[in-house]
């Protein structure tokens, strides 16, 4: 990073910038200290000090005289002056703007900058994996896994469920990807020219963002890294909330969180390289108001909270400094795209990097070997562990179950691991608060009623969308605040209380996986204790998880994908034995194959991708993996035949492929059907494929209009073969529309012998000339025109045009039978 310019001016000067102001700020009784230390240090003589005194009249003309006395007097005396004017009332010495540059004492910054360090280093050196601070403190250099980051493009917002796009990331077939090293964070990927003051960090709940900007944060504390920078002030907004209602200057601001700074005197942030951390953009309850036309551009100058932010933001006020911003997709447009100068991505981690965190987490090697290969058996466990914070949970649960004798049966379902996960902390109350001993029963009326009460806040907050709570979120749920921190101090590991500025308790569940447990949990024992279906506003007689599953697939978004699956899991008589004390036992066999049917029936209504593979994400969490089984048989003994599959059976066949461990590079649609009825169906398995093998398949315009979405949708798809099939110009200027999508990254794509036109030539060049990444394009056996043959070969990219001409526009086999060349177009 480029140091901004240091202030270059006299002592001398400064007085005289800053006359006014201090005439109208100054205290009588700061200005008598003044003037006594001045008489001291033989600057001024009790003369001039009686004279200042007592022939004017009010305090601003004694003061005006005084800086006038001060500053006839030259050089030296001035930087007196202010030295002294800075240890009296370093308040006043900040709003004049005396603190910093060559008026400062020699070395005064730099003692507060190594200060600022320590107080960091305190603060992030340990971290609470996942816990509140009661919990055991672990050191942030010695469990940090490095995350891939990587350039994101543009911040449009997702607002899917992040389990949802964890499902679709894990199909990703492996692409090594150019990544961006942590302290490089504001230098951008190569060939990036232009500087990056503001960074946008997008990654999902329990990803490793607040992680990832402490171990920045620290690097540079402890002199690794980024030795350029002067000072870096992390905030997170979940604390910044509570100032909504308050004024401050930028300089106020950082005073009251990083107090070194204000003992320093230290305000002329403008002087120094600073870079400022806003954590969690998704936890901003400010309303941000990136429209408004009022500009700030004075450090010193108090306002909003609000106008303060949207200012450093846009740049108005403190342009040399940097900003890093992370957030959830889901909340990314918040900032607008010319408030960002780069947008990254954190991705979770990838497979190697799970099995290091359990190499990290358990240093006996046997035990770390079992970990890993029980989660590889679990397809949902597995996925889930590309979250980092998941990778803790199941740590967690894992590592009590193997030092006790629970090792019968590991948890192989979300619903599973999270009731063991529950179980292990009432446990560990049970030793740690009530004396028991671990064999005891878990439950005692006091554990019940907290869990009870989590959950209640869980669900009322979940249907908010709130994942950080205040007081006033609490009182809403009935919880008072002196229980929510009682709460919090026994359940550390489930329920966090953090203390922010002027200590305002925050609290939060560990990750939002653990809310909607709680949040299920609450559901089904409202049900179960008194026959009200939370769920439902009106009662109605409709079957308790029949409503459940129709309020799941009426969610745009997926919402409640997740929810539904812990839902439905706790349905099952063996999870309900596992909360014996807890739960009742009410479930029977019959009404688990009631819900059982019941999904089935759904997924015949040709229901949307996204939404039949949550289905049978939730069949595998009721333990019926019947459909997914026979599919598997089929696939592997050859035997498939789509000619009569149901759409439920289709739906099993797209999931049985997106599931599979081998990875989707090449996608090849004979191997289950020539048709485009095929294709549609299995849609999402070309959207996860490198490559698309889709040629002489009877395809027609129709199944353009599908591969157009999947342009603007996925970054997967590098290869398109459609060779042989009768798209026609119509299904050809669809195809040009995916590739302008800045989403769309194919780089081969084959239309020999399409029936395509002038027409469609023109629409393909229009739509390569202003995006694309396209390197190699077939045209041969069609007839694009001398027009559309100018147009194509003005490209910068390998073209293939010939054979062409009109005969090739007869459609289906009739074009091969026509022409000599038939051997030749075969090949």
Known sequence: MDSPKQAVCSAEKELGRMRTQFVEKVTAENLTQLLEALVTDNVLNELEKERIQEMNQTRADKARDFIDTVKKK??????????????????VSCQLGLSSGPSAPLGCSSMCQNNHKSVLKKKFQCVFEGVARAGNPTLLNQIYTELYITEGGTAEVNQEHEVRQIETASRKPYRPETTIRLE?????????????????????????????TQKFTLDWAEDKTNQDIQFIFPFPFRELNVLKEKKFSLVELVHRFFTETKEAGIC????????????????????????????????RESTSVVLLLTNLIKGNLLPSAHLWITTRPAAANQIPSDCVDMVTEIRGFTDPQKEEYFKKRFTNEKRSSRIISHIKTSRSLHIMCHI????????????????????????????????????????VKKVKYDGGAETDPPWSPESRKMIESLGKLAFEQLQKGNLIFYESDLTECGIDIRAASVYSGVFTQIFKEERGLYQDEVFCFVHLSVQEFLAALHVHLT?????????????????????????????????LDLFLRFLLGLSLQTNQSRLQGLLKQTSSPQTNQEVVQYIKKKLNENLPAEKSINLFHCLNE????????????????????????????????????????????????????????????????????????????????????????????SSNLIELDLNNNDLKDSGVMLLSSG????????????????????????????????????????????????????????????????????????PGLRKFLSTHNRHKHSK
């Not at 190569?190 to 500087?195: N, S, T, V």
């Open 527 to 559: 049900f179960i204790n008194t026959g009200v279906n939370l769920l439902e506003e009106q009662q109605t007689d409709k079957h308790f998880y029949q409503s459940a599953v129709d309020k799941a697939l009426q969610s745009p978004n997926g919402h």
């Open 184 to 212: 490089d964070i504001f230098k951008g990927p190569p060939g990036k020219e232009q500087p990056v003051r503001r960074v946008l960090t997008m990654g999902g709940a329990g990803f490793g963002k607040t992680l990832l």
């Open 388 to 427: 980092p914070v998941f990778c803790w949970i199941t740590a967690t649960v894992l590592e009590h179950m193997l030092r006790t004798t629970e090792v019968r049966k590991l948890p192989k379902t979300l619903t599973e691991m999270y009731i063991h996960f529950l179980v292990v902390q009432v446990k």
């Open 74 to 91: 030259g050089e030296k005396a001035c930087r007196i002056m202010i030295s002294h004017l800075r240890t009296i009332d370093p308040t």
């Open 739 to 810: 590739l302008k999508s800045l989403q769309c990254n194919l780089h081969i794509l084959r239309l020999s012998g399409c029936l395509i036109t002038e027409h469609g030539c023109a629409s393909l060049a229009t739509a390569l000339r202003s995006n694309s990444q396209l390197r190699e394009l077939d045209l041969s056996y069609n007839h694009p025109g001398e027009a559309g043959e100018k147009q194509l070969k003005q490209l910068r990219m390998d073209i293939r045009v010939e054979p062409s001409g009109e005969q090739w526009l007869r």
């Open 268 to 299: 002329r942030f403008e002087d120094f390289q600073v870079v400022f951390i806003f954590d969690g953009l998704d936890e901003c309850r400010l309303p941000l108001d990136f429209h408004s036309t009022e500009i700030l551009t004075d450090p």
């Open 622 to 713: 009721l333990n019926d993996r019947f459909l997914v089984k026979e599919i598997q048989q089929a696939l592997s003994s050859g035997s498939l035949s789509t000619d009569k599959l149901s759409p439920a059976e289709w739906s099993a066949l797209v999931f049985t492929l997106l599931s599979s461990e081998e990875d989707l590079d090449e996608f090849d649609l004979k191997k289950y059907a020539a048709s485009e009825e095929a294709l549609l169906r299995l849609m999402p398995v070309v959207k996860a494929s490198n490559k698309a093998l889709l040629s002489g398949c009877n395809l027609s315009e129709r199944s353009c209009g599908a591969l157009f979405s999947v342009s603007l949708e």
